[in-house]
């Protein structure tokens, strides 16, 4: 089964913005990088790219969304060095949110988005054993302020994982934060590891569309499985999108899709790709169709 992958939408900056962030991490590379022609935002960047190993994509189509820090990435450092070097190259003409230094959870950290506004939080992991280098880390604000402990439940449910689990609560008197809400939740989706939180402060942002995670599906039956689950509008989304009921952004998509982009052949990727901006749940079959001239 493979991975999740997080999916990030650039206006403009998708291959730029990879090749900052592989020469920021270690063990990271660019796979490819395509283009689509003839979409509604123009042509369109797709990169695929690892970052310590694991899966990334982005996309240049368009100033439609913007980043905020409801989705961030927490970065685990062997070395306090390590740490140095990346949060030098991340935070370079961005934005500190919580500047370095030690904190009662890490004795280095900090909290940073990039030139392009996607949050990374960078911690010394402080010689514990580090089984997953980067970790999505969802924030629950304003109208979905306390239910992340009710979201990650239904996620692992969905994706069939063990149960999460809620590392730390708000306690008393730490207003305006909600007691017994979460203040830290570990949870797993196809093996990889989640983090989730509550954050009652005022907050101008949300989930949206510039962060989604891909849900790469071998079957028909695989696709109608996760997008009547995860749909809070069955008949919403677009393009294989959809939206959850806390908001969050989801992209259930065919493995068969990555092959057709990759074919070579341009004609084919043309016919399949005003095949899917029709659609809004993909169709494989229909797909297949089209890719082939039937």
């Known amino acids: 089964m493979k991975a999740i992958t997080p999916h990030l939408w650039f206006d403009k900056e998708a291959v730029e913005a990879a090749?900052?962030?592989?020469?920021?991490?270690?063990?990271?590379?660019i796979k490819s990088v395509r283009t689509i022609y003839g979409t509604p935002s123009g042509d369109c960047d797709i990169v695929s790219f690892e970052l310590a190993s694991q899966p990334f994509m982005a996309i240049s189509a368009g100033p439609f969304f913007r980043f905020n820090p409801s989705v961030s990435f927490q970065v685990k450092c062997k070395t306090v060095e390590e740490l140095n070097a990346m949060w030098q190259k991340l935070s370079e003409n961005g934005k500190v949110r919580l500047p370095l230094g030690a904190y009662p959870f890490s004795e280095r950290y900090g909290w940073t988005e990039d030139r392009y506004g996607l949050s990374w939080q960078l911690m010394f992991a402080g010689g514990t054993e580090i089984k997953q280098?980067?970790?999505p880390v969802l924030t629950f604000v304003e109208k979905v302020c306390g239910k992340a402990e009710e979201a990650v439940?239904?996620?692992?449910?969905?994706?069939?994982?063990p149960p999460p689990r809620i590392l730390a609560r708000y306690g008393k008197g730490e207003e305006p934060e909600h007691e017994g809400t979460t203040r830290y939740a570990q949870f797993t989706l196809r093996?990889?590891?989640?983090?989730?939180?509550d954050s009652a402060r005022e907050h101008k942002f949300a989930f949206n569309e510039a962060i989604s995670y891909v849900v790469p599906c071998d079957t028909q039956e695989e696709i109608d499985y996760?997008?009547?689950?995860?749909?809070?509008?069955?008949?919403?989304?677009?393009?294989?999108w959809l939206k959850d009921k806390y908001g969050l952004s989801w992209q259930i998509t065919p493995t068969i899709m990555d092959q057709m982009l990759g074919s070579g052949d341009p004609q084919g990727l043309a016919r399949v790709t005003q095949a899917f901006l029709k659609m809004k749940k993909f169709n494989i079959s229909e797909l297949q169709r089209a890719f082939d001239g039937k």
């Open 226 to 240: 996760y997008w009547e689950r995860l749909s809070a509008d069955a008949n919403g989304g677009q393009c294989g």
């Open 191 to 197: 093996g990889q590891e989640f983090g989730a939180m």
């Open 19 to 29: 090749k900052l962030y592989v020469s920021s991490i270690a063990d990271s590379k």
């Open 153 to 161: 439940h239904f996620y692992a449910a969905v994706f069939k994982d």
């Open 133 to 135: 280098k980067i970790t």
